[in-house]
């Protein structure tokens, strides 16, 4: 009797149900988040209307194929570039104004902002994914020339983005970058013998920078830290001492996440008021309402997902699927770190919204962008997934 080999379904339904569960999260911390009356949009339903635009596109993605997505990997990278230089060289008007500090958005009268660095990371993803497996095609017997070359490809591809939006600027969302520059890098199969001293120095620098704002921040001033800068972080180092202007959201996020001890308040129970607390700082409304718990059940679902998508790119026989897997997996692990990492004081404010839960329209589309991606690797499983020698 010979055995059969289980089919294997065409949708992954453990990361839609890890995005079903994410999405009652969102929901329901965003309708808790506007019941303070702080604001007059109804965020609720603009979130539920983003969801539904996210849910048709992870649909439509998931109908192409690797080769159809590689075909217009390039136009969806020049796009991206495109709408990141005129927000580059556009006036602060009705239609490309300054928020906050930053011209990161576009304005479509009746139907909201678009921020076009939220679509461009995953179109930088699929690029470097192209440009990786692409390269490993052409040159099969590597050397530390061609080797070189490809990581000098790669920075250009990830950093021509980073230039425009840090000129926004937008700290933050460079940084998103870098993560996603860090681990195409490390999986690409690049020597150590270059990786290892471009990466000393690096963390050397780095390091030394850390130090320097930790301990003597006022000697960043000649790296080029501007003087509102300065108080971001030291708002972060002391944030009590700077709770009437720039430590004011630290503080009450520490308050918020701090008073919801193990279990939390309750739905729709909160006391501490909070700016901002349904977008970049809706985990500490988790943390006030649901507490410690609460807090847990968020990362574990991002752990799920993530470990998830992992799976897959461990699975899949196209190595440009697995560098697609490998650069989600960087954005979103940097995103959750950094977002919860800021609301409890480990790291610096950047504005970075936690991914799936956070308001916010551009975010939830790129990031369903990049699962409708991820899906289709399984959707299209008989091409390219767990085939046998005999096949």
């Known amino acids: 009797m010979t055995s059969q080999k289980k089919p294997i379904p065409k949708i992954d339904y453990g990361i839609i149900l890890t995005l079903m569960l994410i999405t009652i999260i969102s929901l ?121 070359w490809l990581l000098i490809k790669i920075a250009a591809i990830t950093f021509l983005p980073i230039v425009f939006i840090m000129k926004q600027p937008d700290l933050g ?94 739905f729709r129970n909160r006391e501490v008021y909070m700016p901002e607390s349904h977008s970049d700082f809706i985990f500490s409304t988790i943390g006030e309402e649901f507490g410690f718990i609460g807090g847990s059940i968020v990362i574990s679902l991002f752990f799920m997902l993530i470990y998830q998508i992992t799976k897959t790119g461990l699975n899949t026989k196209n190595p440009f699927y697995s560098y697609i897997c490998v650069g989600v997996i960087c954005m979103l692990a940097f995103h959750v770190f950094q977002n919860i990492g800021m609301t409890i004081g480990l790291l610096p404010i950047t504005g970075i919204p936690l991914p799936f839960i956070s308001y916010g329209g551009s975010s939830l589309l790129g990031n369903m962008l990049a699962m409708g991606i991820i899906l289709s690797i399984q959707y299209h499983y008989k091409k390219y997934m767990f085939a046998s020698s005999e096949e």
């Open 28 to 148: 329901a911390s965003i309708y808790s988040s506007q019941s303070t009356g702080q604001y007059v949009a109804n965020f609720l339903i603009q979130q539920i209307m983003w969801y539904v635009i996210g849910t048709a596109v992870i649909i439509v993605v998931m109908q192409l194929d690797s080769e159809q997505l590689k075909k217009i990997t390039w136009y969806m990278y020049g796009f991206g570039l495109f709408l990141l230089l005129i927000l580059f060289v556009a006036p602060n008007t009705e239609f490309t104004p300054v928020r906050n500090g930053a011209q990161s958005w576009f304005v479509i009268p009746k139907a909201g902002a678009i921020q076009p660095s939220e679509l461009m990371k995953v179109f930088t993803i699929v690029a470097l994914a192209k440009l990786v497996a692409d390269h490993h095609q052409k040159f099969i017997n590597k050397t530390v020339k061609t080797d070189f």
């Open 173 to 266: 969302t460079s940084l998103v970058f870098l993560a996603i520059f860090l681990g195409i890098v490390l999986v690409s199969g690049i020597t150590w013998k270059i990786l290892l001293p471009i990466f000393s120095t690096v963390s050397l620098i780095g390091g030394t920078v850390m130090y320097f704002a930790i301990y003597k921040p006022e000697w960043l001033k000649y790296i080029g830290v501007k003087q509102y800068q300065f108080k971001r972080i030291y708002s972060w180092l002391d944030p009590y001492t700077y709770q009437s202007d720039e430590g004011f959201q630290l503080v009450k996020s520490l308050l918020a996440i701090g008073s919801g001890e193990t279990s939390g308040k309750g």
